[in-house]
């Protein structure tokens, strides 16, 4: 009991397990290794010599560092051991991993721009808006995506990098669709000049994103709030 209590005290965070459930998914069977089977984001190894075959290296390399323990018929590793066995997988099969991004990426992609139908909403099943998507992607997948591509040895992208990214596409695209307002104001110069309208007056600016931290108030600056009761007369005779 005591080696279950051992192993069972780690935890991932959602990032986290979400590229692990990507990684037993896509590369690693079940009857080699099996997540989240006897311990609470453990990994119970059933088959070593095939787990060192898509590791590519001894596993003694991932039970020398976290906690586990061989109760007979299967080795318990512990959530810190389940991470080392994902990252390492992930090393020893890069291509896969990057390869399996790249096309995810592409679908979601396109549900960024078409929404998605068939997708679990509060309303029930049915059609989620490409701003939903999209909020998805940055708040469960894109996370994760950097995970596994750090853990198949690429440095994740800087925020200063995707800031300048994002600036050299919103000036790509502020041609292009330029190029495309001359193009219909050729044969609706009113729709043209209304798109030319929206796209110059809806753009999104820093002072809309910019948090505003109001200063505190005196207490002369304070306004007051009248709160009307309801008054009993009553009356003497």
Known sequence: MANWERIDGGKLDRVEESAVLDVFQLL?????????????????????????????????????????????????LSAEGTLLIAEFVCAANSFVVLEHIMSKEAEIRKNCKHGRDGAYTLEGKGFSPPEREYELYRKYDRPAHELLRSWCGYRAVSTTERLLAAEAEVQRLDILVT???????????????????????????????????????????????????????????
């Open 28 to 76: 690693i069977p079940d009857n080699v290794a099996t997540y989240y089977d006897a311990v609470r984001h453990g990994t119970s190894i059933w088959d070593r010599h095939a787990m060192e075959e898509l590791l590519k290296r001894p596993l003694t390399e991932v039970l020398d560092r976290v906690e586990w323990f061989d109760p007979g018929y299967a080795i318990q």
């Open 179 to 237: 190029r495309l307002i001359s193009v219909v104001r050729k044969y609706e110069p009113d729709n043209a000049d209304a798109y030319a309208g929206e796209h110059d007056d809806d753009r999104i600016r820093t002072e809309a994103i910019r948090p505003v931290v109001d200063r505190p108030l005196a207490p002369a600056e304070i306004p007051v709030i009248e709160v009307p009761v309801r008054q009993n007369w009553r009356y003497w005779s």
